[in-house]
């Protein structure tokens, strides 16, 4: 199906853009335009905000966030007698019983939603997206191990030849920079706010990337939806919330 109307309308933007005159929440509210097939892979997009819901609930921090697929209180719910998820999050929560809440179990969180999604998206363009966060998610990892002394292979997700890599390989960039040139760059980092503009620029430019061959096709909208969450989050953040930010780039 192609969305020719939806993807004339999408005002122009760019990173360094200031103002939105098109957000999320605009987005969302096309979802009768858009065809049920091509909508399950925006709700997959949208999982991710639930997983981060999780993550704060498990680290105390009980606050809503916009943009989930569902409720804090759902999830609350869930985390204490898991009944109305799928298998593999069932399993994240059964392992929390036993095990209780760590670094570790986050990172399988995680890895879990990536296999997921990346095993239901319809999109072409949406499946290799996410198989590029999850891989720089895992760069990003094995660099902050490296520089705290601790085995990268402990804290990586999935199974790809980049993760086979990232946690063995000595080299100065993990041998990845033929495949993954974006890697010299996140090296040349000097300061946690170097890391998190360079990662956004990577993210940005990667999207364009991935969404070049696509014109009309839901593709194009996923990419818009992606770029419009970058914007609202840089936009939107809150001093408090940009030292949070700098704290997870120090961390595991």
Known sequence: MKYFFLVSYFPEIHRDDKKLKYRLADLLAEKFHIAPKDWEDVELILLKGDMLQIEKLLSGKDRELEF??????????????????????????????????????????????????????????????????RDL???????????????????????????????????????????????????????????EETVQRIVWETIDEIAEPYHFEFDVVLAYLLKIQILERALGLSEEQGLDIVKRLEEL
């Open 68 to 133: 989930t697929l569902y409720s804090r209180e759902f999830w609350k719910d869930q985390i204490k007698s898991a009944k109305d998820v799928p298998e593999w999050l069932s399993e994240f929560f059964e392992s929390l019983a036993s095990e209780g809440f760590s670094p570790q179990n986050l990172d399988r969180l995680y890895g879990a939603y990536f296999d997921f999604a990346i095993r239901q998206a319809s999109s072409p363009f949406l499946r290799a997206y996410l198989t590029f966060e």
């Open 137 to 195: 998610r895992n760069t990003l990892t094995a660099i902050r191990a490296r520089r705290k002394g601790l085995p990268p292979s402990d804290h990586l997700v999935g199974e790809s030849d980049a993760v086979d890599l990232l946690g063995r390989s000595s080299a100065e960039d993990f041998g990845l920079s033929k495949d993954y040139p974006w890697i010299d760059r996140i090296l040349e980092a000097k300061s946690p706010q170097d890391m």
